[in-house]
């Protein structure tokens, strides 16, 4: 079992729409959670970042974190054609060594 | 802010060569950077742990004398991949953490990738 499972989709969703990612973990040691956008042959951005249980909200992106149940969403609102990229979950523990998903590969279509 | 530099964004190498890839922090110190690399459709995996002034640390199965770390000053770490072969082909990432005191968030900023194809 990997330590970060995440769906690699493709998903494929209308312009407009909200697109909803997650992920699920097996070691409770981890405590900071991440959310990171690539587009094709680009590094990693950094997009939210929570630390233990709750919400985060930045403009029209908001991220859960649930650690009783060890499970992570990032909501997209009103998405656009722009916001077609792979979406990474990513989680360490106290030593900030990064834990990664599959990634989600994430299509807005026009 | 958190801006990461890599030099080169990609390399063609002849098979035994040796290739240098620079990790820069614009505008932050870094005492920690890490390096990753990422074959195709796949996530990153992360290979080693660049500390300032001390040994990297690896990760299990990834060897040390093949892929050389520096991290010589609190801006720049350096990968060498040594006796390059076809089965290192591959896109590494690097990324530096920005403690805080340095504004803003904890956590680690990528750099752009580098594409290494060696033939």
């Known amino acids: 079992q990997k330590e970060v499972e995440q769906d690699p989709g493709p998903l494929s969703v209308p312009e407009g729409a909200i697109v909803s990612l997650n992920c699920t973990y097996s070691?409770?040691?981890?405590?900071?959670f991440m959310w990171y956008r690539q587009y094709s042959r680009k590094g990693p951005e950094l997009l939210m970042y929570?630390?233990?249980?709750g919400n985060k909200e930045d403009g029209r992106f908001t991220a859960q974190v649930d650690k009783s149940s060890k499970y992570i969403s990032l909501f997209i609102r009103d998405s656009q054609p722009s916001d077609s990229a792979t979406y990474l979950c990513?989680?360490?523990?106290?030593?900030?060594?990064?834990?990664f998903g599959a990634g989600t590969t994430v299509t807005v279509r026009a | 802010g958190a801006v990461v530099s890599q030099h080169p964004s990609w390399v063609i190498c002849k098979s035994g060569t040796s290739v240098k890839i620079e990790c820069r922090s614009l505008d932050f110190q870094a005492t920690t950077m890490f390096w990753y690399r990422q074959f195709p459709k796949q996530s990153l995996m992360l290979m080693a742990t660049s500390n300032e002034g001390s040994k990297a640390t690896y990760e299990q199965g990834v060897e040390k004398d093949k892929f050389l770390i520096n991290h010589a000053s609190l801006t720049l770490s350096t990968l060498t991949v040594t006796s390059a072969h076809p089965e290192d082909s591959s896109f590494y990432i690097c990324s530096a953490r920005r403690e805080k005191g340095q504004g803003g968030t904890d956590t680690q900023y990528f750099g752009p990738g580098t594409r290494l194809t060696v033939l």
């Open positions: 070691n409770s040691a981890f405590q900071y």
């Open positions: 990513a989680m360490s523990a106290n030593d900030y060594k990064l834990s």
């Open positions: 929570t630390y233990s249980s």
